[in-house]
Structure formats: structure tokens, C-alpha cells
């Protein structure tokens, strides 16, 4: 018998890690425990040359696996749309406040078209001249229960993932401040002495959902039947605005979101147990301003004009 023994040699696992037989490993998807055969010796003549004896023992040598790719998380946000959902959160523990205060910071930031009346002489708003400027945009930072700012972040999370993505935190960021402050400008421009403040992030959803569609049924993206990765799929070019009102998908998705918001507005359909109702004007207004305004802020370059109906190759290849 030859003292060289193919068992008496390491043996290379299945995730990489050596083990000498006899031994015990560990399935990779189960929790049963497997027992490796006992090692096995080559019987050989004296004569047989040492590379004859070295090719066999290679040859029962195990190969080396590569290491198990990692699997991307089921739902991932981008940074600087989990800071912006944090800090609406953050901002509406201001309902833990005394009802004195807690409304003070309504008259303050929240947008109330009255405070712009030139007519109005005698009545003096929380926040003086500079609460013109801020609340333009403040007044998207705060909700009025935990259904609205639930309805505005859930409606938030597909779109604005693929926008943050896209834009990046800053470009992000002052696009939702410039939504926000269309919202404002169609509220003012439709409730011009309305005193009641007006509140809530709708305005700047809806402008990012809008933003989000001038990409979104794009071959490759988002919410296309051919999708890449969430990061691909976010950087797929944007198809011109004149190009994107062709596409059929597109014109389905503007008929149903203004829809159901004529239809919020005319029904005065309040939101939650306080009743308030739904400021409609200004979610068109946020929607029109990130429909017109999203080629500003993309940093993407734009699709060529032969792309224009590659989202309509693309369902036709579904068929």
C-alpha cells in the first residue's frame, strides 16, 4: 500500500472553507448536518511515479465555489427620502404640545392665504412679514393627523424613491421645496380670502409623482414590465414631455389621478376624524409644476427623440 491517502488531504466545502474528512458541515439552506465519507486510500505500486500520484489527488480535490452573491433587501430607500420622511415624523410630535402652542405653530408656518390680502388692515397673523416667504414651503412640513401624513408618506415611497434616486439629495430637496410652493401659489391663487390655514406634503407628492412619470413607463423602468435594478431603473432616461403625452400608459395615469381629485374636490371630502377637506387646487398645482418643471432638475440626459416609444415596444413585446 502507498502511505499517500487522497483522505488524508484537506477537502474545500461548499462555501469556501477547508475541512478534513471524516467531518460535519452544515447545509447552507437547512438545518440538517451532513457526514462526509470516510477518506479513501489509492492502493499502487512503489514503482508508480510521484506525478501520477500528484494528478490523482487533484483530481479528487473539490473546486472552489465562488462566494454566494448578496441578495438585494426587499425594500430599500434611498437617504434623502428616509431624511425627509423622518423629519415629517419629527415635525408632527408638535401634536404632543399644548393646544396654545400647537396652534400657534399653524398660524406661523402653516399657508393661509388671507395674510396676503391687501385689503386686510386690522388683523395681525403669528409670524409678521417673514411668515409671507417661509410658509410658502413650511406649511408641507406639517400634517394634520397621522392619517394624512400617512396617506401622503405611503403615496411618497414608490415615486419619490425613484426621484430621490435620480435627483440626489439636494435636487431632491428643493424640488419638493418648489412643488410645495406651486401648492401654494394655486391654493392662494383659488381661496384668496380664505383664512383657514392650509397644511400637508400633498402638494409636493403629487409634484414628485408627476416628475416620476415623465420616466417611470420608460423601457427598463420603475413601473415598465422590463425592470432593472432599483437604481438602473431610476436613472433610465426621460423621454421628451411633448413624446411622454403620447404614450398611453402616461395619459391613463393623468385621467385617473385628476379623477380622483375633481372628484375629492367636488365631493368636499374631508381627510380623518377632524374633517378636514382636501385642498385639491393645490395638488394640481404641485402635479402641473413637476410635470413642467423635472427637466430643471434632471441631471440625466434625455432620451433621443426615435426613444419616444420604447415604453410602447416594450408592452408590445409583453403581448
Known amino acids: 500500500m502507498c502511505p499517500r491517502s487522497l483522505g488524508a488531504r484537506e477537502k474545500i466545502g461548499t462555501q469556501g472553507r477547508a475541512f478534513s474528512e471524516p467531518s460535519l458541515f452544515l447545509c447552507r439552506l437547512c438545518t440538517c448536518t451532513v457526514r462526509v465519507k ?25 473546486p472552489e465555489l465562488p462566494p454566494d452573491t448578496p441578495r438585494e433587501p ?8 428616509t431624511a425627509y420622511v423622518a423629519l415629517l415624523a419629527v415635525i408632527h410630535l408638535r401634536v404632543l404640545l399644548p393646544p396654545e402652542l400647537e396652534n400657534w405653530t399653524i398660524d406661523v408656518f402653516g399657508f393661509i392665504p388671507k395674510r396676503y390680502d391687501a385689503t386686510l388692515l386690522d388683523i395681525t397673523f403669528p409670524g409678521g412679514a417673514g411668515a409671507k416667504v417661509w410658509t410658502f414651503v413650511t406649511y408641507s412640513l406639517l400634517h394634520a393627523n397621522l392619517t394624512h401624513i400617512g396617506f401622503n408618506v405611503l403615496w411618497l415611497l414608490p415615486f419619490g424613491s425613484a426621484l430621490a434616486r435620480r435627483f440626489g439629495a439636494v435636487r431632491f430637496f428643493l424640488f419638493m421645496a418648489v412643488t410645495a410652493a406651486a401648492g401654494a401659489l394655486a391654493h392662494l391663487l383659488t381661496h ?20 416620476a412619470i415623465r420616466f417611470a413607463f420608460a423601457q427598463g423602468s420603475f413601473l415598465s414590465f422590463s425592470r432593472g435594478d432599483a437604481d438602473a431603473a431610476a436613472k433610465v432616461p426621460a423621454l421628451p414631455l411633448v413624446h411622454a403625452l403620447r404614450n398611453g400608459r402616461v395619459l391613463g395615469f393623468l385621467a385617473v389621478w385628476f379623477g380622483v381629485n375633481i372628484i375629492f374636490g367636488i365631493g368636499s371630502i374631508s ?46 413585446d409583453r403581448v
Open 271 to 316: 381627510i380623518g376624524a377632524d374633517g378636514a377637506n382636501v385642498a385639491w387646487q393645490a395638488h394640481i398645482g404641485g402635479f402641473l409644476a413637476g410635470l413642467m418643471l423635472f427637466s430643471l432638475f434632471d441631471p440625466v440626459p434625455r432620451a433621443a427623440a426615435h426613444a419616444a416609444d420604447a415604453s410602447s415596444q416594450d408592452e408590445a
Open 38 to 62: 470516510p477518506p479513501i486510500s489509492v492502493e499502487c505500486s512503489p514503482s508508480y511515479p510521484s506525478e501520477v500520484l500528484d494528478s490523482l489527488e487533484s483530481q479528487s480535490d473539490m
Open 74 to 81: 426587499i425594500l430599500t430607500l434611498p437617504g434623502a427620502l
Open 192 to 211: 384668496e380670502h380664505a383664512i383657514a390655514p392650509m397644511i400637508g406634503a400633498s402638494a409636493s407628492v403629487s409634484g414628485a409623482m408627476a416628475a
